[in-house]
């Protein structure tokens, strides 16, 4: 099973800890090709990778299931978004069923969002959605810590 090749024995809450920045390179990249193998999406070009880490907020008390970061897209190019959840957490990713447009970048503009969809963290879960819809992550509340392999990338 992939996820227990990349984190059983490295577990990132305390048992160990992965320093390499190469290492997630290479776990993203054999993740993508698990993916494209499966899915049959091609990847053309990485765009992005990164490892995202998130804690409870203790600055903000107050924030509860119903709350979330900033709802964003990653980039405004058309992509995709992978996300790979790597330990089971509370602080579900939000799926908006808006997807940016151009008008979206005028100053001023508000966009109106509404939830299609929200997915909890759970170790080995992948989500790939078009880069262009709106997300937004969300900090755990019972939960330490929240950790995902987000890439972004240029099908075929």
Avoid: W
């Avoid at 804690?55 to 990653?74: Q, V």
């Avoid at 992550?137 to 099908?155: A, D, E, T």
């Amino acid at each position: 099973e992939f996820r227990r090749v990349l984190f059983r024995s490295r577990g990132l809450d305390g048992e160990g800890d992965i320093h390499s920045p190469e290492c997630f390179y290479y776990m993203g990249q054999m993740l993508l090709d698990l993916f494209s193998e499966e899915t049959g999406i091609k990847v053309k070009k990485i765009l992005r990778m990164k490892l995202n880490a998130q804690t409870r907020n203790a600055m903000f008390p107050e924030f509860d299931e119903n709350c979330c970061n900033d709802i964003h897209t990653d980039t405004e190019i058309p992509h995709m978004t992978l996300l790979y959840y790597i330990n089971d957490c509370d602080g579900d990713t939000i799926l908006m069923n808006e997807r940016f447009q151009p008008a979206d970048n005028i100053p001023g503009a508000e966009v109106k969002t509404t939830v299609a969809t929200r997915v909890t963290p759970k170790q080995g879960r992948i989500v790939c959605f078009d880069g262009l819809r709106y997300h937004a992550p969300s900090n755990p509340i019972y939960g330490r810590k929240r950790y995902i392999l987000n890439i972004n990338f240029i099908p075929e």
